[in-house]
């Protein structure tokens, strides 16, 4: 089992990879993102877990993306995202 899968379970989890790879194919195609790091996610209304994404966030530098996906499978938001640049 994925870290993905142990944190928001097995269905939640293949939503989210397939979500986010969707946002990469449509939005990723050039070489903008090469350079991208603190990678996060995190489910709207999980206290924690959105701490825990600010902190990342904050730890980034340059450019960053931050998308919402869902509603899930389950009625769940998340919040995706990553920084990038040098």
Request: include cysteine; glycine fraction near 12%.
């Amino acid at each position: 089992m994925t870290e993905l899968e142990q944190k928001f379970g097995v269905d939640e989890a293949a939503f989210l990879v397939s979500a986010i790879s969707a946002w990469f194919e449509a939005n990723g195609g050039s070489d903008e993102f090469d350079c991208s790091d603190n990678f996060r996610l995190c489910r709207v209304g999980d206290p924690i877990g959105e701490a825990e994404y600010e902190d990342a966030r904050s730890d980034g530098c340059c450019g960053f993306v931050d998308i919402e996906i869902g509603p899930s499978p389950a009625g769940h938001i998340y919040r995706h995202g990553f920084n990038y640049g040098h």
